[in-house]
């Protein structure tokens, strides 16, 4: 499988998606799954100046990565897919079924969230969300870097994460 991780992060393309992880998997493409982002050029062009020459970037909608996600998967070149928002990761869950894991890597701050680890701040809702893809067989952890443990959604959701 070419695409080696598949991650939530509401700051999207930023170093250290860019760095932090491109460097050690060696990736050549990320797959930003976004609906505003993949209906503004603009906005694709700010995100495209923030990744080396040598890495490409695809914008698409839920739908679109949907019906191209085998496609990404068959892709030889190591690559990540990456949305903003549990929402939205969902979304692609349930139309493909074919996501194994998602990485939980930025959702910061905002009103009605809970801090669960330095860098996850959950609401309720987005708790359950996360119960919901772990329940259909998706493998749910945190990890901000590639040298951190990987934290299984239990230890996230219990502040266990935290000691």
């Keep these: 499988m070419a695409l080696e991780l598949y991650r939530i992060d509401d700051r999207l393309i930023h170093g250290q998606v860019v760095v932090g992880w491109g460097q050690p998997l060696d990736l050549r493409f990320i797959v930003l799954v976004d609906e505003e982002v993949a209906a503004s050029d603009w906005e694709q062009e700010l995100y495209r100046m923030g990744v080396p020459p040598e890495m ?8 679109s990565a949907a019906v191209r996600l085998a496609a990404y998967q068959r892709d030889a070149r190591p690559g990540l897919l990456l949305t903003g928002d549990i929402d939205t990761m969902t979304r692609l869950v349930e139309a493909t079924g074919a996501i194994p894991a998602v990485n939980l890597g930025g959702i910061h701050h ?3 969230r809970v801090q669960r680890l330095r860098y996850v701040f959950l609401a309720p809702a987005e708790e359950a969300a996360l119960r919901a893809l772990s329940a259909r067989g ?3 952890t945190a990890q901000d870097v590639p040298a951190a443990r990987p934290l299984p959604l239990d230890e996230v959701l219990s502040g266990e994460g935290n000691r």
């Excluded at 490409?56 to 739908?63: A, G, I, K, P």
């Design 110 to 112: 905002k009103s009605g």
């Design 138 to 140: 998706v493998v749910v």
């Design 56 to 63: 490409d970037v695809y914008f698409e909608s839920v739908e």
